[in-house]
């Protein structure tokens, strides 16, 4: 049965797999529907230490990201790289898949994931974002795409439908993650 923990939790415990696992990041800014999603796979973890802006972990890894866009937000002509601190993700327009809900709100969600070579840091959860690692079982994917699902539906205000559509294109970029190949 897959497992998932708060990341600082495991990280406090000494629990992180070390061996691989998936970490979710969503990011939530203050007063709006402005949202990013961060998975990231990792394997053959060499060190995890804290600094002041989260978690470094000496490894290879993979990264994909998810964006979502309120209606109301003002920066839609800006390319998703370009944006203010806390609104950026690494990707231009066309490399990214974009629909709209129901609602306006405009998601976007990578083709491809990057590699992240020698280290990469998760930052800290501040205010309402969150970090959770997912343990490596067989239903993990399972389990990945009930959490982020679950999270469009009830942080974000997608319909169950739509909720459920952005899981499953975020969770084919996730399964194109080479790191597991590596």
Not at 8 to 14: D, E, M, P, T, V
Not at 114 to 138: H, N, Q
Request: net charge neutral; with cysteine; glycine share 6%.
């Amino acid at each position: 049965m897959a497992k998932a923990l708060s990341l600082l939790k495991a990280y406090q415990s000494g629990t992180i797999p070390p061996d691989g696992g998936f970490i979710i990041t969503g990011f939530f800014a203050d007063n709006t529907n402005y949202a990013i999603y961060e998975v990231t796979a990792y394997q053959n973890v060499k060190d995890i230490y804290q600094v002041p802006e989260g978690l470094i972990f000496k490894t290879d890894g993979n990264r994909t990201h998810m964006l979502v866009e309120p209606p109301s937000y003002s920066q839609k002509h800006i390319e998703p790289v370009n944006r203010n601190t806390g609104q950026t993700i690494p990707y231009r327009f066309n490399e990214l898949q974009i629909a709209k809900m129901k609602n306006q709100t405009t998601v976007m969600i990578p083709m491809e994931p990057i590699m992240l070579f020698a280290s990469f840091t998760i930052l800290k959860s501040m205010g309402e974002s969150f970090s959770f690692v997912f343990y490596p079982t067989p239903d993990v994917y399972m389990a990945i795409k009930k959490f982020l699902s679950d999270s469009l539906y009830n942080d974000c205000r997608f319909g169950k439908t739509e909720a459920a559509e952005s899981t499953a294109t975020i969770l084919a970029t996730i399964k194109k993650f080479s790191i597991w190949g590596a």
